[in-house]
């Protein structure tokens, strides 16, 4: 690729990718991982829970329909570095305000493009999600192996604190749909939730409005106490990165949330309920990365193919007798829900507010709510 910068994808096992540049120059280190989505790479590159983490696109053209501010995530780009086969420099959307190369490199995110991309994946699924260096200052594959076997995995990070907001916030956007923008909050009774950032995604937010709650966000670091005195009618946790059961702070938060209020977790908030409820969590070989993921409601008996980014999953059998497992992948059995049989508390492993889809799920912030509704009534009631 003429006038493209060498570059050098590493991994910690010892195997090599060359290729070429793409977005900034440099380097960039992390859990190397692969994503099976046919599109959506703005909404992947812009999602907090990437954060320590390389990003492989399995699909070999990425870019050829742009980058437009309305579909980012997140306030700004987490992911360590982002692997494609073929960067397209010449996107094709009326929506587009950048290409993907651009993009990269005004957030300072180190790619590679041109190498095999199918061969990466079979390796990481055969051996297991691991830590790379993609360099384009540093041409020697060795020191580079070296480099990337010596630094800290992903158990036992706490990436939280490094994506999550400084500050509370409101957030009063909902869905957008073409032709009419943001959407607004449904006309019923309007139910305040506090929502954790854990790395929360903006169409998470966008959800929650739509279904008809008036939305709260707080940092991660918020406690119990400070989040009951703002009398919500419930609390949200939200998706994020790393290791849950290095997020302590979380989980005794929420330990202390649980038996007062109605409680929804979104993935890495999934987790952390259930580590609130004395489960335990463990680490997958290579996770759950794409939008193309079977997941069986077992209250209902419905398949749903869904968005899920997740390196971690959830011991069913750890948490009791008043847990229920809800969902589950149909690929490999792993935990994809699970609710309270006494509590208003219920979570899922994967994204219900999927941006870009697929939309299946979508009915679970509905749910949410009903939940939140029949606890308020049961309250007023004293039962």
Known sequence: MRGKKKAILALADGRTFSGWSLGAEGEAIGEVVFNTSLMGYQEIVSDPSYA??????????????????EDLEARTNFLEGFVVREGCPWPSNWRSKAGLHEFLAADGIVGIEGIDTRALTKHIREQGA??????????????????????PVMEGLDLVQGVSC???YKWNEGVWNLGEGYGKRKRRRAFRVVAYDYGIKHNIMRNLVNSGFKVDV????????DVLAMKPDAVFLSNGPGDPAAVTYAVEATRRLVRKLPVFGICLGHQILCLALGGRTYKLKYGHHGGNQPVMDLTTGKVEITVQNHGFAVDIDSLGR???CTHINLNDRTVEGMAHKRLPVFSVQYHPEASPGPHDASYLFDRFYDTVSDFLKRKKAGK
């Open 166 to 168: 400084e500050e509370p």
């Open 52 to 69: 320590g983490q390389i990003v492989t696109m399995t699909y070999p053209l990425i870019g050829n329909y742009g980058i437009n501010p």
């Open 130 to 151: 691991q830590i790379g260096i993609i360099s384009t200052v540093d041409q020697n594959r060795k020191s580079l192996a070296a480099r990337a076997a010596v630094h």
């Open 322 to 324: 008043d847990v229920v």
């Open 218 to 225: 707080v940092p991660a670091l918020t406690r119990a106490e």
